[in-house]
């Protein structure tokens, strides 16, 4: 089945410095997704990327999907006491099938800002 | 209004007991879901429901029995549960099942944080 790998699990960085996440997937996507869940929270939907090379930009966060819509990353600058929490990618497959739809998660990056 | 609203936030049930989770939503979205998540750990997903019909069933215990009476509410009935299924239990929805350039995002609900005693 479809797998989504996301690394690294974890990153502490200091108030101001920034930050990277990264996801790939095993199969080609249809479209893939960033949440970001605070700590006690929930997921919350982020960005939706659905071009081959699509950029999309959030203030201080900026996403990509590859070229070949297998991998994704997010980028935040400068980051904040704020930014805290664990971000999700979540790819969606391309092809059909009973999975048709499934969005699948990727393991999570747990990000820790010291101020 | 853009919320998915779950009842109850806490649950605390014994192995034989019977209960159920609710989750509701009010968007007119079609696709409704259940997830399952530990501590550190990505949303699982459980069962998938669109327009009302159960779609996707990752292989769940029976133990759980998912129900969508209406295309507003989303029940998770429970029963014999053992302590590894305590976990937080998210409920989500989309405007669709998705697939494509019509994907939307999902919103999911605050959870419920059941503890199996």
């Known amino acids: 089945g479809q797998q989504v790998m996301q690394i690294p699990q974890y990153q502490h960085v200091q108030e101001g410095e920034d930050f990277t996440t990264y996801c790939n997937s095993s199969?080609?996507?249809?479209?893939i997704q960033w949440y970001k869940q605070r700590p006690g929270g929930h997921p919350v939907f982020l960005i939706q990327?659905?071009?081959?090379?699509e950029v999309k930009k959030q203030k201080r966060l900026t996403f990509q999907f590859g070229e070949a819509k297998k991998n994704s990353s997010l980028h935040i600058t400068a980051t904040q006491t704020t930014d805290v929490g664990t971000y999700f990618c979540?790819?969606?497959?391309?092809?059909?099938?009973?999975?048709?739809?499934?969005?699948?998660f990727g393991q999570g990056t747990i990000l820790t800002v010291h101020p | 209004d853009t919320e998915v609203t779950q009842t109850p936030k806490h649950l605390v049930m014994g192995m034989t007991n019977k209960k159920s989770l609710k989750c509701e939503q009010h968007?007119?979205?079609?696709?409704m879901y259940w997830y399952k998540q530990k501590a550190k750990k990505p949303p699982e997903l459980m069962f998938v429901?669109?327009?009302?019909?159960?779609?996707i069933n990752e292989s769940v215990p029976s133990r759980f029995s998912p129900e969508c009476p209406n295309s507003s509410l989303l029940n998770l009935h429970l029963h014999a549960l053992q302590p590894e299924d305590s976990a937080l239990y998210l409920c989500?929805?989309?405007?669709?099942?998705?697939?494509?350039?019509?994907?939307?995002?999902?919103?999911f609900g605050q959870g419920t944080r059941l503890t199996v005693v």
């Open positions: 968007m007119g979205h079609r696709a």
């Open positions: 429901y669109s327009y009302e019909k159960l779609s």
């Open positions: 989500a929805s989309t405007k669709f099942r998705g697939g494509g350039g019509q994907d939307t995002e999902a919103f």
């Open positions: 199969t080609t996507l249809s479209n």
């Open positions: 979540a790819g969606r497959a391309s092809t059909g099938g009973t999975s048709y739809g499934k969005l699948t």
């Open positions: 990327l659905v071009k081959s090379g």
